[in-house]
């Protein structure tokens, strides 16, 4: 039986949803960061839980010709990246194997391989950052959490975001500096500025800085506003969000404009689209575009079909979809997210998309009882995956395919699993690596009537 604190030996067997490394133990499953494949450690037992076991690497005993020098150097303390210890052929193998895995043992499928999508660049790929404010041990720092935990990592270059959105962030920090603005202490509930929230219009580089405060105004705004536009050329909207709330929530409800517009543009598959700090939009969008065109690949669109997006967000998939089909239908449960589509529609041009706000389980049932047959059904579902009532509808509706864009393995081979109990069988399946350096990983799979 193991002993907490206790050391022994182990190799790694294989790894975690979350990046960790799984070696086995007297029987039981030991999980393990910062591990390599296919090596082996002296480990320290940190935590006993009741089917597992947590460790850390004492010594490698066995090292990896996969394992390589960090170039972040707040890899092992920031909560943000888990594979920057390992070359990135190796992190989207390891990506893959899970995809594989899950659809195997999972959802009943007998493949052989797992083909990925590798991007381009691990580095600079993200077009949102969400950096938490607090008080550091002289004065107001901002970062990310230590995995785990609430204890803020001051970051001076995180090399997973582009240069600019740093760039605002220390240009923000600089203005609470000179003019004393109090940072936000989650203990007591007190301070003023939460977090500094940045997007970047990836194709038009445009900039969008809002801040988040625990109030509705904050001293020194024209002060701040001049600071901004000097330092940042491609500002295009500066915006102050209130949220008084408790709890791990970024945004609250209300948000301000300071200066300039309320939102900025991207470009996405030849297609144009208008964010706001609440808007759904995909952190790599070069990856998207990829994932996107292997979506409506995978669905076989003519021009004639009929294609019912479900959970559409704003509309970016729908729109897409409704260039190769003959009509687009959107789901989406957020209010707000289905104006933006219903806007993004407009100013593209599109006049075959049709948007409905409603839960994706409920406005499934309604197209299935009015007798609406889609001939292609997508879901992009979050990462619970497919609800029973929408199984059930896609179903009843009985398409003839059934594109699923997933952002969790284990969910989504559960959901194969079940449609091919309805009468469907897997056509195709692949991953696709969307956050280089990150545990998580993308699968577009198509489902046939069989």
């Known amino acids: 039986m193991l002993k907490k604190n206790e050391i022994y030996r182990a190799a790694v067997t294989g790894f975690t949803s979350e990046g960790q490394g799984?070696?086995?133990?007297?029987?039981?499953?030991?999980?393990?960061?910062?591990?390599?494949?296919?090596?082996?450690?002296?480990?320290?037992?940190?935590?006993?839980?009741?089917?597992?076991?947590?460790?850390?690497?004492?010594?490698?005993?066995?090292?990896?010709?996969?394992?390589?020098?960090?170039?972040?150097?707040?890899?092992?303390?920031?909560?943000?990246?888990?594979?920057?210890?390992?070359?990135?052929?190796?992190?989207?193998?390891?990506?893959?194997?899970?995809?594989?895995?899950?659809?195997?043992?999972?959802?009943?499928?007998?493949?052989?391989?797992?083909?990925?999508?590798?991007?381009?660049s691990c580095q600079s790929y993200r077009n949102k950052a969400q950096y938490p404010v607090a008080m550091g041990k002289k004065t107001v720092e901002a970062g990310f959490y230590k995995k785990g935990t609430h204890e803020l990592?001051?970051?001076?270059?995180?090399?997973?975001?582009?240069?600019?959105?740093?760039?605002?962030?220390?240009?923000?920090?600089?203005?609470?500096?000179?003019?004393?603005?109090?940072?936000?202490d989650e203990v007591n509930h007190k301070g003023l500025l939460r977090h500094i929230f940045v997007r970047l219009g990836a194709a038009t580089g445009e900039l969008l800085v809002c801040l988040v405060a625990n109030g509705e105004k904050l001293p020194r705004e024209k002060e701040l506003i001049a600071a901004l536009r000097q330092k940042l050329p491609n500002l295009r909207s500066l915006t102050?969000?209130?949220?008084?709330?408790?709890?791990?929530?970024?945004?609250?409800?209300?948000?301000?404009?300071?200066?300039?517009?309320?939102?900025?543009?991207?470009?996405?598959?030849?297609l144009r689209f208008r964010i706001s700090p609440r808007s759904f939009y995909q952190v790599n969008r070069d990856q998207a575009e990829k994932l996107y065109a292997k979506a409506i690949a995978a669905a076989g669109l003519t021009g004639e079909e009929t294609v019912l997006d479900l959970y559409c967000g704003t509309g970016t998939i729908t729109l897409c979809l409704a260039q190769k089909a003959k009509k687009a239908i959107g789901v989406e449960l957020v209010e707000a997210a289905i104006a933006d589509a219903k806007d993004n529609a407009r100013r593209n041009g599109i006049e075959n998309a049709e948007f409905f706000c409603a839960d994706a389980g409920q406005a499934a049932q309604k197209f299935s009882q009015e007798g609406i047959r889609p001939d292609v059904i997508v879901v992009d579902p979050p990462r619970k995956g497919l609800s029973r009532d929408v199984m059930e509808a896609i179903a009843q509706m009985s398409p003839k395919k059934v594109v699923y864009v997933s952002c969790d393995p284990a969910t989504l081979a559960r959901d194969v699993k079940l449609l091919c109990e309805k009468n469907y069988k897997l056509l195709h399946?692949?991953?696709?690596?969307?956050?280089?350096r990150c545990s998580h990983v993308e699968s577009i799979v198509c489902l046939a009537k069989a």
Not at 159 to 182: C, G, H, M, N, T
Not at 429 to 436: I, R, T, Y
């Open 22 to 120: 799984v070696c086995r133990v007297e029987g039981c499953a030991v999980f393990v960061p910062n591990a390599a494949p296919d090596e082996v450690y002296d480990l320290r037992i940190t935590h006993i839980g009741k089917n597992n076991a947590f460790g850390k690497i004492e010594t490698i005993i066995s090292k990896s010709d996969l394992r390589v020098n960090r170039l972040c150097p707040y890899a092992k303390l920031c909560g943000g990246c888990d594979f920057w210890h390992i070359t990135y052929e190796a992190e989207t193998a390891i990506k893959a194997q899970r995809v594989l895995d899950a659809l195997n043992r999972l959802g009943g499928q007998s493949l052989r391989e797992m083909p990925i999508t590798a991007a381009e």
């Open 153 to 184: 990592i001051s970051i001076d270059r995180c090399l997973i975001q582009p240069e600019i959105a740093d760039e605002a962030k220390a240009a923000v920090l600089a203005w609470a500096k000179e003019y004393r603005i109090s940072p936000y």
């Open 240 to 270: 102050l969000n209130t949220n008084t709330r408790k709890g791990n929530a970024v945004l609250g409800e209300k948000t301000r404009t300071l200066w300039g517009a309320d939102y900025i543009e991207d470009v996405l598959c030849g």
């Open 429 to 436: 399946a692949e991953a696709l690596d969307m956050f280089p």
